[in-house]
C-alpha cells in the first residue's frame, strides 16, 4: 500500500515545485536562513501538491478508468483504497498549511490560496474552457509566491512573475495538443475540456505565449531595478529563446510533450542549455554584479 501512495503522490512532478527557488535565486542574497526557508517552501510545496494529486484522482477515478495509461494509476486500477487516499490527501493539505505558519502567517496564508484554487480545478474549472490552463499557470506563479513569502525578498522583479506565468501556460498548451494528437477522436472521452480545443487553435495560443515569454523575459532583463547595471543579464536571453523552441521541435517532430518535467530530466540539449543558463544568471548576479 505504501508504494502504491507514494506513485499517486506523483514524486515525477515535484520538479515543477523548483518555481519555489526562483526568488532566491533572482534576489541575490542566498543566506543560511533564506535558502533553509525556501528548501522548506518547497517540501511543503510538494506535500501540498501530493494531496491535490490524490484529490484530483479520486474525482478522476472513473475517467482515468477510461485512459490507456492513467487506468494504470493506483486508484482507478484498485491499487490504492479510496479511503486511505482521501485520509492522507487531508493529512497533507492540513500539515503543509500548519507547518507553514511556523514560518509565517503570510507563508502559510500563500499555501491555503494555492490549497484552493487547485481545489476549484480539480472540482469545477478544469472543465472550462481556456480557464482550465489559466488556472494551472496561476499555480505555478503562486509557486513562485510561495518561495517569496518564505523570505523576505529585496530585489525580486515583477517581470519574474509574468514570465512564470507564460512559460508555465506554454507548457501547459504543450501538453494539451499533445494529449489531442495522441488520443485523437476519444480526447474528450479522457479529459472533458479537451473536445472544446483543436490542434490549430492550439497552435495559435502557443505562438502567442511563445512571444509573450521572449518578450517579458527580454524585459525583465534589461527593465529590472534589482539586476546590475552592466545589462550582462541580457546574455540569458539566447537561452531562453533555444529552450522554447526546443520544447516546440519536441511536440511538433518528436511528438513529445505530455509530460515536460520528463523532458527536463532526460532531453539532454535542454538539460545542457538550462546549465548554461543558470551558470550565466549565477555569474551575473554574484560575480559580476557591479
Not at 547595471?229 to 540569458?236: A, K, S
Not at 551558470?279 to 554574484?286: C, W
Request: overall charge positive; glycine content about 6%.
Amino acid at each position: 500500500m505504501f508504494s502504491a501512495l507514494l506513485e499517486s503522490m506523483r514524486p515525477r512532478q515535484w520538479p515543477k515545485n523548483a518555481f519555489a527557488f526562483v526568488p532566491l535565486l533572482f534576489d541575490g542574497n542566498p543566506t543560511v536562513e533564506r535558502v533553509l526557508n525556501t528548501l522548506l517552501a518547497f517540501a511543503l510545496l510538494c506535500l501540498m501538491s501530493s494531496a491535490v494529486y490524490l484529490m484530483n484522482d479520486l474525482s478522476d477515478i472513473e475517467s482515468d478508468r477510461q485512459h490507456p495509461t492513467k487506468r494504470n494509476r493506483p486508484i482507478p486500477s484498485g491499487r490504492l483504497n479510496k479511503t486511505v487516499a482521501t485520509i492522507a490527501s487531508i493529512l497533507f493539505a492540513s500539515g503543509s498549511i500548519l507547518i507553514g505558519y511556523t514560518v509565517s502567517l503570510t507563508f502559510a496564508l500563500v499555501l491555503l490560496g494555492y490549497l484552493v484554487v487547485q481545489i476549484a480545478y480539480t472540482f469545477y474549472l478544469k472543465r472550462v474552457v481556456l480557464l482550465d490552463v489559466a488556472i494551472v499557470a496561476t499555480g505555478f506563479i503562486m509557486r513562485i509566491a510561495v518561495g517569496a513569502t518564505a523570505i523576505e525578498v529585496r530585489n525580486f522583479s515583477p517581470w519574474l512573475y509574468i514570465f512564470g506565468g507564460f512559460l508555465a501556460l506554454f507548457l501547459i498548451l504543450g501538453k494539451r495538443r499533445h494529449e489531442l494528437v495522441l488520443l485523437g477522436d476519444n480526447a474528450g472521452k479522457h479529459r472533458a475540456v479537451l473536445s472544446e480545443y483543436s490542434v490549430p487553435f492550439l497552435d495559435k495560443l502557443i505562438g502567442i505565449v511563445t512571444t509573450s515569454c521572449i518578450v517579458s523575459y527580454s524585459l525583465y532583463t534589461f527593465l529590472s531595478e534589482g539586476l546590475p547595471d552592466n545589462d550582462l543579464m541580457m546574455l540569458t536571453i539566447p537561452c531562453v529563446i533555444y529552450g522554447m523552441f526546443r520544447y516546440l521541435y519536441l511536440i511538433h517532430i518528436r511528438k513529445q510533450g505530455g509530460a515536460p518535467e520528463e523532458i527536463l530530466l532526460k532531453d539532454r540539449p535542454t538539460q545542457i542549455d538550462l546549465v548554461i543558463w543558470a551558470t550565466i544568471v549565477f555569474l551575473v548576479l554574484y560575480v559580476f554584479n557591479s
